[in-house]
Protein backbone atom coordinates (compact mmCIF):
# COMPACT_ATOMS: atom_id res chain seq x y z
CA UNK A 1 0.00 0.00 0.00
CA UNK A 2 0.70 3.49 -0.37
CA UNK A 3 0.18 6.81 0.81
CA UNK A 4 -1.24 9.63 -1.09
CA UNK A 5 -0.74 13.69 -0.12
CA UNK A 6 -3.52 13.60 2.58
CA UNK A 7 -1.88 10.84 4.35
CA UNK A 8 -4.89 8.56 3.95
CA UNK A 9 -3.93 5.12 3.25
CA UNK A 10 -4.33 3.38 -0.68
CA UNK A 11 -5.55 0.08 -1.42
CA UNK A 12 -3.38 -1.59 -4.05
CA UNK A 13 -6.11 -0.86 -7.39
CA UNK A 14 -4.61 -3.96 -8.89
CA UNK A 15 -2.50 -7.26 -8.16
CA UNK A 16 -0.24 -8.84 -10.83
CA UNK A 17 0.81 -12.21 -10.38
CA UNK A 18 4.00 -12.96 -13.25
CA UNK A 19 5.47 -16.83 -12.53
CA UNK A 20 7.59 -19.24 -14.34
CA UNK A 21 6.58 -23.09 -13.33
CA UNK A 22 7.36 -26.34 -14.89
CA UNK A 23 6.19 -29.26 -12.43
CA UNK A 24 3.67 -26.90 -10.62
CA UNK A 25 5.20 -25.31 -7.40
CA UNK A 26 5.64 -22.32 -8.67
CA UNK A 27 2.22 -22.25 -9.84
CA UNK A 28 0.79 -23.20 -6.78
CA UNK A 29 2.54 -20.37 -4.99
CA UNK A 30 0.99 -18.14 -7.30
CA UNK A 31 -2.08 -19.48 -7.03
CA UNK A 32 -2.30 -19.28 -3.04
CA UNK A 33 -1.58 -15.47 -3.23
CA UNK A 34 -4.19 -14.89 -6.16
CA UNK A 35 -6.60 -16.55 -3.92
CA UNK A 36 -6.34 -14.46 -1.04
CA UNK A 37 -6.26 -11.47 -3.84
CA UNK A 38 -9.49 -12.90 -5.19
CA UNK A 39 -11.00 -13.22 -1.39
CA UNK A 40 -9.93 -9.80 -0.85
CA UNK A 41 -12.24 -8.70 -3.38
CA UNK A 42 -9.42 -7.09 -5.67
CA UNK A 43 -8.80 -7.12 -9.55
CA UNK A 44 -5.98 -9.13 -10.49
CA UNK A 45 -4.27 -11.25 -13.31
CA UNK A 46 -1.87 -14.20 -12.95
CA UNK A 47 0.45 -14.49 -15.87
CA UNK A 48 2.52 -17.19 -17.22
CA UNK A 49 5.92 -15.59 -18.34
CA UNK A 50 6.49 -18.43 -20.62
CA UNK A 51 3.83 -17.73 -22.68
CA UNK A 52 4.58 -14.01 -23.36
CA UNK A 53 7.42 -12.03 -24.84
CA UNK A 54 9.44 -9.48 -23.16
CA UNK A 55 8.66 -6.80 -25.15
CA UNK A 56 4.87 -6.89 -24.73
CA UNK A 57 5.14 -6.26 -20.73
CA UNK A 58 3.28 -3.49 -19.97
CA UNK A 59 3.37 -0.43 -18.09
CA UNK A 60 1.75 -1.54 -14.82
CA UNK A 61 -0.32 1.47 -13.40
CA UNK A 62 0.08 3.67 -10.05
CA UNK A 63 -0.58 1.33 -7.33
CA UNK A 64 -0.53 -1.80 -9.06
CA UNK A 65 1.33 -4.69 -7.03
CA UNK A 66 3.10 -6.97 -8.85
CA UNK A 67 4.19 -10.50 -7.56
CA UNK A 68 7.18 -12.78 -9.37
CA UNK A 69 6.62 -16.74 -8.55
CA UNK A 70 9.43 -18.66 -9.94
CA UNK A 71 11.65 -21.86 -8.48
CA UNK A 72 15.26 -21.28 -7.49
CA UNK A 73 17.76 -23.00 -9.45
CA UNK A 74 21.40 -23.84 -8.35
CA UNK A 75 20.34 -20.48 -5.59
CA UNK A 76 19.47 -18.06 -8.03
CA UNK A 77 16.06 -17.05 -10.22
CA UNK A 78 16.53 -19.71 -13.78
CA UNK A 79 17.27 -17.54 -16.54
CA UNK A 80 13.88 -16.46 -17.93
CA UNK A 81 12.81 -15.01 -14.66
CA UNK A 82 16.10 -13.32 -14.36
CA UNK A 83 15.51 -11.29 -17.90
CA UNK A 84 12.20 -10.71 -17.77
CA UNK A 85 13.24 -8.94 -14.42
CA UNK A 86 15.70 -7.27 -15.65
CA UNK A 87 13.52 -5.97 -18.76
CA UNK A 88 10.56 -5.18 -17.00
CA UNK A 89 9.11 -1.50 -17.66
CA UNK A 90 10.28 1.26 -14.44
CA UNK A 91 7.18 2.88 -12.79
CA UNK A 92 6.14 4.87 -9.97
CA UNK A 93 4.21 4.35 -7.38
CA UNK A 94 4.28 0.55 -7.37
CA UNK A 95 5.01 -2.17 -4.75
CA UNK A 96 6.53 -5.48 -6.04
CA UNK A 97 6.82 -8.69 -3.76
CA UNK A 98 9.16 -11.86 -4.46
CA UNK A 99 8.16 -15.58 -3.99
CA UNK A 100 10.72 -18.42 -5.03
CA UNK A 101 9.77 -22.02 -4.29
CA UNK A 102 12.80 -24.01 -2.98
CA UNK A 103 13.50 -27.67 -1.94
CA UNK A 104 12.17 -28.26 1.46
CA UNK A 105 13.00 -31.67 2.89
CA UNK A 106 10.54 -33.49 5.65
CA UNK A 107 12.46 -35.65 8.12
CA UNK A 108 10.22 -37.37 10.38
CA UNK A 109 7.95 -35.03 11.69
CA UNK A 110 10.24 -32.22 11.24
CA UNK A 111 10.15 -29.90 8.00
CA UNK A 112 13.61 -28.90 6.79
CA UNK A 113 13.70 -25.48 4.72
CA UNK A 114 15.87 -25.10 1.07
CA UNK A 115 17.98 -22.10 0.21
CA UNK A 116 17.77 -19.06 -1.88
CA UNK A 117 21.02 -18.08 -2.36
CA UNK A 118 21.13 -14.60 -4.35
CA UNK A 119 18.02 -14.35 -5.60
CA UNK A 120 15.89 -11.78 -3.24
CA UNK A 121 18.85 -9.62 -3.06
CA UNK A 122 19.37 -9.38 -7.04
CA UNK A 123 16.07 -9.38 -7.74
CA UNK A 124 15.38 -6.47 -5.28
CA UNK A 125 18.18 -4.40 -6.43
CA UNK A 126 16.75 -4.51 -9.83
CA UNK A 127 13.24 -3.70 -8.98
CA UNK A 128 14.16 -0.90 -6.61
CA UNK A 129 16.18 0.77 -9.36
CA UNK A 130 12.99 0.43 -11.20
CA UNK A 131 10.85 2.64 -8.79
CA UNK A 132 9.38 -0.21 -7.07
CA UNK A 133 8.79 -0.19 -3.10
CA UNK A 134 9.72 -4.13 -2.07
CA UNK A 135 6.28 -5.26 -0.15
CA UNK A 136 7.17 -9.01 0.24
CA UNK A 137 10.29 -11.11 0.18
CA UNK A 138 9.08 -14.70 0.54
CA UNK A 139 11.24 -18.60 0.29
CA UNK A 140 8.33 -21.40 -0.22
CA UNK A 141 9.44 -24.69 0.50
CA UNK A 142 7.79 -26.80 -1.46
CA UNK A 143 9.41 -30.58 -2.59
CA UNK A 144 12.46 -30.48 -4.74
CA UNK A 145 11.99 -31.99 -8.29
CA UNK A 146 15.40 -31.76 -9.41
CA UNK A 147 16.21 -35.78 -10.21
CA UNK A 148 19.45 -34.80 -11.73
CA UNK A 149 20.56 -35.02 -7.98
CA UNK A 150 18.26 -36.90 -6.44
CA UNK A 151 15.33 -39.35 -6.35
CA UNK A 152 11.52 -38.23 -6.39
CA UNK A 153 9.54 -38.11 -3.28
CA UNK A 154 6.88 -40.15 -2.33
CA UNK A 155 3.31 -38.95 -2.80
CA UNK A 156 2.63 -38.73 0.59
CA UNK A 157 5.70 -36.58 1.87
CA UNK A 158 4.98 -34.33 -0.81
CA UNK A 159 1.11 -33.72 0.18
CA UNK A 160 2.47 -33.31 3.60
CA UNK A 161 4.86 -30.83 2.92
CA UNK A 162 2.19 -29.13 0.67
CA UNK A 163 0.08 -29.13 3.87
CA UNK A 164 2.17 -27.77 5.87
CA UNK A 165 3.53 -24.60 3.34
CA UNK A 166 0.43 -23.68 2.01
CA UNK A 167 -0.85 -21.69 5.32
CA UNK A 168 2.50 -19.78 5.75
CA UNK A 169 1.89 -18.37 1.80
CA UNK A 170 -1.21 -17.47 2.24
CA UNK A 171 -0.56 -15.70 5.55
CA UNK A 172 2.67 -13.69 3.77
CA UNK A 173 -0.08 -12.61 0.77
CA UNK A 174 -2.46 -11.71 3.82
CA UNK A 175 0.42 -9.52 5.38
CA UNK A 176 1.11 -7.51 1.82
CA UNK A 177 -2.71 -6.63 0.92
CA UNK A 178 -3.14 -5.55 4.46
CA UNK A 179 -0.30 -3.33 3.95
CA UNK A 180 2.39 -4.97 6.30
CA UNK A 181 5.75 -5.44 4.93
CA UNK A 182 6.63 -9.10 5.12
CA UNK A 183 10.73 -9.98 4.39
CA UNK A 184 10.60 -13.41 5.95
CA UNK A 185 13.41 -14.05 3.29
CA UNK A 186 16.23 -11.86 5.34
CA UNK A 187 16.17 -14.70 7.97
CA UNK A 188 18.25 -16.55 5.90
CA UNK A 189 20.83 -13.67 4.51
CA UNK A 190 23.68 -15.24 6.72
CA UNK A 191 23.35 -18.87 5.30
CA UNK A 192 22.28 -17.43 1.76
CA UNK A 193 25.39 -15.09 1.31
CA UNK A 194 27.41 -18.25 2.00
CA UNK A 195 26.71 -19.96 -0.40
CA UNK A 196 26.65 -17.45 -3.11
CA UNK A 197 29.37 -18.34 -4.96
CA UNK A 198 27.79 -21.76 -6.04
CA UNK A 199 25.03 -19.49 -7.39
CA UNK A 200 27.31 -17.33 -9.68
CA UNK A 201 29.19 -20.87 -10.31
CA UNK A 202 25.91 -22.76 -11.39
CA UNK A 203 24.97 -19.54 -14.09
CA UNK A 204 27.84 -19.32 -15.73
CA UNK A 205 28.57 -23.21 -15.57
CA UNK A 206 27.03 -25.42 -13.91
CA UNK A 207 23.76 -25.30 -15.77
CA UNK A 208 25.85 -26.21 -19.01
CA UNK A 209 26.46 -29.51 -17.28
CA UNK A 210 23.16 -29.96 -16.40
CA UNK A 211 21.60 -28.60 -19.55
CA UNK A 212 23.87 -31.66 -21.51
CA UNK A 213 22.80 -34.75 -18.97
CA UNK A 214 19.41 -35.02 -20.71
CA UNK A 215 18.79 -37.91 -23.34
CA UNK A 216 15.84 -40.01 -24.67
CA UNK A 217 16.37 -43.56 -24.64
CA UNK A 218 15.13 -46.60 -27.18
CA UNK A 219 11.60 -46.20 -25.69
CA UNK A 220 10.94 -42.72 -27.06
CA UNK A 221 8.04 -42.66 -29.53
CA UNK A 222 8.86 -39.56 -30.73
CA UNK A 223 5.43 -38.03 -29.57
CA UNK A 224 7.03 -34.80 -28.98
CA UNK A 225 5.47 -33.92 -25.77
CA UNK A 226 8.74 -32.72 -24.51
CA UNK A 227 9.58 -30.79 -27.21
CA UNK A 228 5.94 -29.33 -27.67
CA UNK A 229 6.05 -28.10 -23.93
CA UNK A 230 9.19 -27.00 -23.09
CA UNK A 231 8.92 -23.72 -21.74
CA UNK A 232 12.49 -21.99 -23.01
CA UNK A 233 12.12 -24.23 -26.30
CA UNK A 234 15.50 -25.94 -25.38
CA UNK A 235 14.75 -29.67 -27.06
CA UNK A 236 14.76 -30.22 -30.50
CA UNK A 237 14.98 -33.37 -32.72
CA UNK A 238 18.74 -34.19 -34.60
CA UNK A 239 19.22 -37.36 -36.45
CA UNK A 240 15.76 -39.08 -35.25
CA UNK A 241 16.69 -38.04 -31.22
CA UNK A 242 15.89 -35.42 -29.26
CA UNK A 243 18.42 -33.07 -28.31
CA UNK A 244 19.09 -30.77 -25.50
CA UNK A 245 20.40 -27.62 -26.30
CA UNK A 246 22.09 -24.24 -23.98
CA UNK A 247 18.78 -22.63 -23.79
CA UNK A 248 17.64 -25.41 -21.30
CA UNK A 249 17.06 -24.36 -17.57
CA UNK A 250 17.31 -28.07 -16.06
CA UNK A 251 13.75 -27.30 -15.22
CA UNK A 252 12.69 -31.41 -15.38
CA UNK A 253 9.56 -31.03 -17.14
CA UNK A 254 10.36 -32.98 -20.06
CA UNK A 255 11.37 -35.84 -17.54
CA UNK A 256 8.68 -36.05 -15.19
CA UNK A 257 5.69 -35.20 -17.88
CA UNK A 258 7.33 -37.99 -20.69
CA UNK A 259 4.72 -40.38 -20.77
CA UNK A 260 6.95 -43.45 -21.78
CA UNK A 261 9.62 -42.15 -19.06
CA UNK A 262 11.96 -41.91 -21.98
CA UNK A 263 14.01 -39.20 -20.75
CA UNK A 264 17.33 -40.23 -18.19
CA UNK A 265 19.52 -38.07 -16.95
CA UNK A 266 22.85 -39.64 -18.03
CA UNK A 267 24.68 -39.53 -14.93
CA UNK A 268 27.49 -42.48 -16.11
CA UNK A 269 28.05 -40.08 -18.69
CA UNK A 270 28.36 -36.91 -16.56
CA UNK A 271 30.81 -38.74 -14.16
CA UNK A 272 32.91 -39.98 -16.61
CA UNK A 273 33.67 -36.78 -18.46
CA UNK A 274 33.94 -35.06 -15.34
CA UNK A 275 36.89 -37.47 -14.45
CA UNK A 276 38.70 -37.55 -17.93
CA UNK A 277 38.38 -33.85 -17.91
CA UNK A 278 40.16 -33.65 -14.23
CA UNK A 279 42.09 -36.39 -15.30
CA UNK A 280 43.77 -34.41 -18.48
CA UNK A 281 44.23 -31.18 -16.99
CA UNK A 282 46.28 -32.28 -13.98
CA UNK A 283 48.43 -34.34 -16.97
CA UNK A 284 49.05 -31.26 -18.90
CA UNK A 285 49.65 -29.15 -16.23
CA UNK A 286 52.27 -31.62 -15.53
CA UNK A 287 53.64 -31.43 -18.81
CA UNK A 288 53.43 -28.07 -19.25
CA UNK A 289 55.76 -27.68 -15.82
CA UNK A 290 57.79 -30.01 -17.47
CA UNK A 291 58.84 -27.72 -20.50
CA UNK A 292 62.04 -25.54 -19.68
CA UNK A 293 60.16 -21.80 -19.81
CA UNK A 294 57.75 -23.13 -17.37
CA UNK A 295 59.08 -25.34 -14.43
CA UNK A 296 59.05 -22.50 -11.88
CA UNK A 297 55.45 -21.73 -12.25
CA UNK A 298 54.00 -24.14 -9.54
CA UNK A 299 51.47 -21.69 -8.85
CA UNK A 300 49.57 -23.04 -11.73
CA UNK A 301 48.55 -26.18 -9.70
CA UNK A 302 46.76 -24.39 -7.03
CA UNK A 303 42.85 -25.54 -6.62
CA UNK A 304 41.98 -21.76 -7.77
CA UNK A 305 43.68 -21.81 -10.93
CA UNK A 306 43.15 -25.55 -11.68
CA UNK A 307 39.63 -24.25 -11.14
CA UNK A 308 39.62 -21.13 -13.12
CA UNK A 309 41.58 -23.10 -16.40
CA UNK A 310 39.04 -25.85 -15.74
CA UNK A 311 36.09 -23.10 -16.23
CA UNK A 312 37.69 -21.63 -19.28
CA UNK A 313 37.82 -24.89 -20.85
CA UNK A 314 35.24 -26.65 -19.90
CA UNK A 315 31.81 -25.76 -21.74
CA UNK A 316 33.84 -26.07 -25.13
CA UNK A 317 34.93 -30.10 -23.94
CA UNK A 318 31.19 -30.66 -23.06
CA UNK A 319 29.77 -29.79 -26.51
CA UNK A 320 32.23 -31.72 -28.25
CA UNK A 321 31.34 -34.50 -25.45
CA UNK A 322 27.78 -34.23 -25.93
CA UNK A 323 27.36 -34.20 -29.16
CA UNK A 324 29.71 -37.65 -29.48
CA UNK A 325 27.46 -39.37 -27.02
CA UNK A 326 24.55 -38.50 -29.07
CA UNK A 327 25.79 -39.52 -32.30
CA UNK A 328 26.84 -42.93 -30.52
CA UNK A 329 23.18 -43.46 -29.00
CA UNK A 330 22.25 -44.74 -32.56
CA UNK A 331 24.13 -47.88 -31.37
CA UNK A 332 22.64 -50.11 -29.32
CA UNK A 333 25.12 -51.40 -26.88
CA UNK A 334 26.11 -47.62 -26.31
CA UNK A 335 22.61 -46.68 -26.12
CA UNK A 336 21.64 -49.14 -23.17
CA UNK A 337 25.08 -48.67 -21.36
CA UNK A 338 24.42 -44.86 -21.13
CA UNK A 339 20.81 -45.94 -20.07
CA UNK A 340 21.79 -48.33 -17.15
CA UNK A 341 23.86 -46.23 -16.13
CA UNK A 342 21.72 -43.46 -15.28
CA UNK A 343 20.18 -44.01 -11.87
CA UNK A 344 17.02 -41.75 -13.23
CA UNK A 345 16.11 -45.57 -15.48
CA UNK A 346 15.08 -47.44 -12.31
CA UNK A 347 11.97 -47.67 -10.46
CA UNK A 348 13.07 -46.23 -6.94
CA UNK A 349 14.11 -42.92 -8.32
CA UNK A 350 10.41 -42.09 -9.83
CA UNK A 351 9.34 -39.07 -11.36
CA UNK A 352 7.84 -35.79 -9.56
CA UNK A 353 4.10 -34.62 -9.53
CA UNK A 354 3.23 -32.16 -7.58
CA UNK A 355 -0.53 -31.59 -6.31
CA UNK A 356 -2.94 -29.35 -8.79
CA UNK A 357 -4.69 -26.52 -7.19
CA UNK A 358 -7.03 -24.07 -8.39
CA UNK A 359 -8.90 -20.85 -7.65
CA UNK A 360 -11.51 -20.83 -5.32
Known amino acids: MDKNRKGIKMKFQKVIIYYFSVTGNAKNAALWIADEVKRKGMDFEIINIAKINNQEIPKPAAYTLIGFCSPTHGFHFPEIMRKFI ?56 LPSNWLLLHPALRKTGIDLIFRHTEPKVRQFAKNILDGKKDYRALYD ?28 SSDCDNCGICKKT ?61 IEPFKDLYWLQTGAIEFLISSIIFIPFLILAYRIMHWLLRFRIFERFIVYTSLSKYKFWGRYKAPKNKLT
Open 86 to 141: YSFPKTNNCSAFIANTRAGLRIGKMFLPGLSGVLHYWSSLILIKKGFKIAGLRPVD
Open 189 to 216: IIQDTLISPIAIGYMYVGRYLFAKSFIS
Open 230 to 290: CPVNAIKQVNGRMFWTYKCESCMRCMNNCPQKAIETAHGFILVFVFLLVALLRYGLKQLLA
